[in-house]
């Protein structure tokens, strides 16, 4: 009897657990994301004047779904450029301009542009509070024409104070990459 | 539950014999016999000591001991022997007392009592167990690297502060933890997520080596891990003991306190865990941020209401802050790639600290128990259980604008358990158990992190059926077991493609598994058991819908909500016996078909960012074959010193690909020489040790499989001593153990840490155990 009885609550206190099989987890809250950078935006303007050039990287939905799309441009050679580089978080509306957060935090990142051929070299216009370079600004120049690739990468936390680092030589940065998107460039 | 009855049974085993002589003064006499709780062997060389009277004896050849001019009243007695768990007794003697005293041998250490040991606890799979003094004397090691001695079982680790235990090469959601019986729920999914279990807290952890588990609810495809609490001993004092330890790699030390008391109302014991390191280092640099800190706490209540009817409330916080090593911390594939040529790891630096920073990650973990037994009859019993888990795990990454402060990941996840079994000793030898259970997950991601989660929100429902029969005869001892288990999982993910959105899917699951195992007396010491279990385990929620980054590695990672159950058969067979009580041999062979394996593979296809091109991973299924064995020998040279030899080795194969499996353990090889001396002066139990463990080099895996080829093979050399004294009231147990003695560069293969940085260096743990 005494066993009947237990069997019974047993099955009840199972019952009853089943009961919430319907259960479904709520709506997740979607999170509001930031931190995303979707969109690198390198816009050179002629020193002796004239049309800026820009190129583009924007990757609206993140690492999944569709391909980012990348807009190139061809440099003129023999040229100096001032380079400015915009970051914006389009996943916000309006989209967010995290160039400033970079700015505000300019001792703990550095841009390194890395080109394929010496057609073209990058150099810094700009300085945190040590007197280290950042990036945000600089300075393009061009000798002969030809086509090269050029690499823009942020580095968050970089060792600004190894070898070679202030002068744009990224080895011994260190430090975690935030962007890095490569561009096909023409110099003609 | 049942486990650790024995060990209650034990204790009231030492039984009290009075002859009858007329008790004077102080001329009584305590003797008696000390014999093996499992074989009944006398067991010599054991020692005696009777705090009142701060006087000890050592056992003969037949077990027998003696202690004279003993005056009447409460005396506390401990026996102890080499490789055995300390057994007081609490006495009041009035005139002559003979008592029987029954020890239990620790069944890592492979002897006669192994060997010839008839009460397997678990049916007739292959056990192995860590007794509470090989925990204490390992007491600055976490679970996983606890196990690490036994054969077949590996670690998988990131870094020193966070690892996993691997038995014949699984691990995670295909290996059971049981804290206290329950079922541990927490993200298993993860390699780098350590289980959340002090196992200071527990006085025996053992490790099923088997085919599959018929008892218990989960997805275990094989092997079992128990971490057991053993019963409150009837002992009307407060009892308690206190561990301490220093290690000198990363500065760390812990404090360990336990107490106890069997009083009128009820049982109670209470055990704290303080733990806390530095940064670790290799023989040439500091690994910076590799420190942690752990404060635990447990309580355990008993009451035994009468003869028929106990329970047990038991209460458990774990809480850990882990450090993860700076330089791991990478955004993509061109700083690993920057990680792997270098010789020391980003952001070392040359001076030690304790502070923790980002990556780091906070886990906390909650444990209530509620169990209830109550016997129906001398030979049936019903036990009820409820456990209700609630584990809390933050991430934190290195972010930008202060967000570091921020977790990266931060999911909740609360876990309702209640189960009924019903056990009955049935005439003719044969024993039935059986029970229900039922269990409900409820998974969330907390909205603070401002990413898009890894995984899911979800809500399981886990209910199980399962019955186990077994039947034990002298010669042979055989068991049956199946269940079934059924699964419903609703989940709500957040979309990966724009506008953001929420979608749902439901997953439905029944299965039905069993086992058979035979046991058979070969000759008079040799014993061999087969075993065979068909299992399943359902794909997890990470396998079929995480998306995402993995930090550690620089790969994004893809789940395949298409993925179907894993289906496990495992046979084992194993030997164990003994030469001319000199040398005693134990072999394990394993076969263990997974079809629809589940495993990350990587793909030909590389994903462009704006962070850089990542390789991209996804879950596929494949069939798996993992076969191996564990060897294990002991030579006893004299009755002091032996020698033992431990080989394990595994071949786990894609078997569509024809390629080896990914984290797979290393085939390892360990051997000790130990020299004991029972009584040495004012100290016992002396112990002297000195081990040796190669790792060989994964040779079944090909650089295309993994991000750089697999490292070399290693050799580590260790030392240990050990002794005990008594100092008044006070039992004393001291250690020293050296690691890595000769200060060996390596990296190991199943340490995810290897990318980045060395595996440590040399390291000095100095402790002390107390107990009154």
Redesign the interface.
Known sequence: M??LK?TLI??G??LF??S??K?????????????V????TYTLTPSAGGTPIVFS?Q???????N??TVSEDTLSSQTTYTGSIQLLNE?ESPAEDITL??S??ANEHQFFFQSSTSDLSVSYNDADGNSNPVGIITTLTTTTTGASTLTI?L???P?KGALGVKDGDI?NA????????TFNVVVQ | MWLYSKYLLAFYLATLVLTNTTGQNCDIRISGFIKDLNTGVPISQATIYAKELQKGAVSNQLGYFTITSVCPGDHHLTFGHIGCEAVNLYLTISKDTTITVLLDHSSQLLNEVAIISKSDKVGTQETHSLNSESIAQNSDKNLGTMLENISGVSTIKNGSGISKPVVHGLYGNRLNILNNGVAQSGQQWGIDHSPEIDPLVANRITVIKGVGVAEYLGGSLGSIVLVEPERIKPEPHLHGETRYFFETNGLGSGLNLSLQQHGKIGAWRLVGTLKKSGDRKTPQYFLRNTGSQEANLALQLEKTWNKKWFSDLYLSSFNTEVGVLR?S????L??LE?ALERDIP??TEDDFSYSIGSPRQKVNHQLLKFHTQ?R?TDKQQ?N?TYAGQYNLRKEFD????G?SELPALSLEQLT?F?E?KYQNYLPKNWELKTG?Q?N?V????L?E?????LI????S?K?GLFAIVSKRLKKVSYQFGGRYDAE?R?????S???P???V?YQNNYANVSALGGLSYQLAKKWKASYNIGYAIRNPEVNELYS???HQGVGG?EEGNPNLTSETSLKNTLSVKGMVKKKLFIEALVYVQQIADYIFINPQDEF??????A?PVFKYEQTDALLAGFDLAATYQITDQFNMVGKYSFLDGKDQKKKTGLVYMPSNNLHGALNYQIPQFGKFQKMEFQINNKYVFEQKNVTPAQDFTTAPAGYYLLGIKVSAERQLKKLRVNLFLRAENVLNKTYRDYLNRQRYFADDLGFNLVAGVNVSF
């Open positions: 005494k066993q237990l047993l099955s206190l199972l657990i089943s919430c099989e259960d479904e987890p709520k709506d997740p809250v979607i999170p509001n994301e930031e931190e950078i979707t969109t690198l990287f990757d609206l939905d993140g690492d999944f779904g391909q980012p996943l957060e970079v505000a935090e990468t580095k968050h936390k060792n080895t260190g430090g975690e990459t935030d962007i890095e998107v | 330089g911390h990478i955004g993509n061109t700083d920057a980003f952001f109550y129906l019903i009820f290195v972010r930008r604008s967000r309702h209640i009924a229900v039922a409900r409820d998974n969330i991601n909205p992190t401002g990413i898009l989660p899911p929100d979800y809500i429902y209910y419903t609703n989940v709500a993910a957040i990966t493609s724009l953001r959105e929420v749902r998306n995402g980054l994004i994903r462009l960012t704006i962070r850089g990542f």
